[in-house]
């Protein structure tokens, strides 16, 4: 998946924000803040509409450059950087710059008044789906925002789950019919009628 366009957000990535960006953790660490003149007060003015964008299983628009370091932008000649499904997925998650990603994913799971998107994510990545869900039970600020355009395609909602089959989101499911934490919408990320951008104003 491409990265978003969600109209009037700032996105932090991972990339710097340069013509060429390259991947840079650290880039998760830093806010965008205003100073105010005239005012004596040590308070950040922070700005709104700010997402951090985490795509840890990589991006077709990702590619490791000639220096080794990790790119955004779409190139024909050189192989996008994503985990596909295989039999080391996991493992792979180890390597760079995944394992960055996940740290980051963690920390974000541990902060309080976090909103959690996810997108198409069918929790069928076991150590993924375990990792939110046992954030949601120990972090009481932390809400779930589960988006995906096959909802609105049902009847009713316990069809709905029955067709995503696997256990974790048996799993979700339960948790979400006994906390306000966790909420599903019918929503893709670049959808002009279902995108992110018109529900999240």
């Keep these: 998946m491409k990265r978003p366009a969600l109209d009037g957000y700032t996105i932090f990535d991972g990339f710097t924000f340069e013509r ?9 660490n830093w ?8 005012l004596n007060t040590k308070e950040n003015i922070y700005r709104k509409k700010v997402m951090n964008l985490l795509k840890i299983h990589g991006s077709i628009d990702w590619f490791r450059g000639d220096d080794q370091k990790i790119h955004r932008g779409m190139t024909s000649n050189k192989k996008p950087l994503m985990i596909f499904p295989s039999s080391n997925k996991y493992m792979q998650s180890y390597e760079d710059p995944y394992f960055e990603l996940f740290t980051e994913f963690q920390s974000l799971l541990r902060r309080s008044n976090t909103l959690l998107i996810t997108s198409g994510f069918s929790f069928a990545d076991n150590h993924i789906a375990q990792m ?22 049902i009847k009713d909602r316990e069809t709905y789950y029955k067709e995503k089959e696997n256990d974790n989101w048996k799993k979700l499911r339960e948790m979400a019919s006994n906390t306000k934490s966790i909420v599903f919408l019918k929503a893709t990320m670049n959808d002009k009628e279902h995108g992110l951008d018109y529900y999240l104003g």
């Excluded at 806010?31 to 005239?38: A, D, E, M």
């Excluded at 869900?133 to 589960?146: G, P």
């Design 20 to 28: 060429n960006p390259i991947f840079d953790a650290d880039m998760f």
């Design 31 to 38: 806010n965008l803040v205003k100073s105010v003149p005239n």
């Design 132 to 153: 939110i869900m046992d954030a949601l039970r120990n972090n009481e600020s932390l809400r779930c925002l589960v988006t995906d355009y096959d909802i609105g395609k």
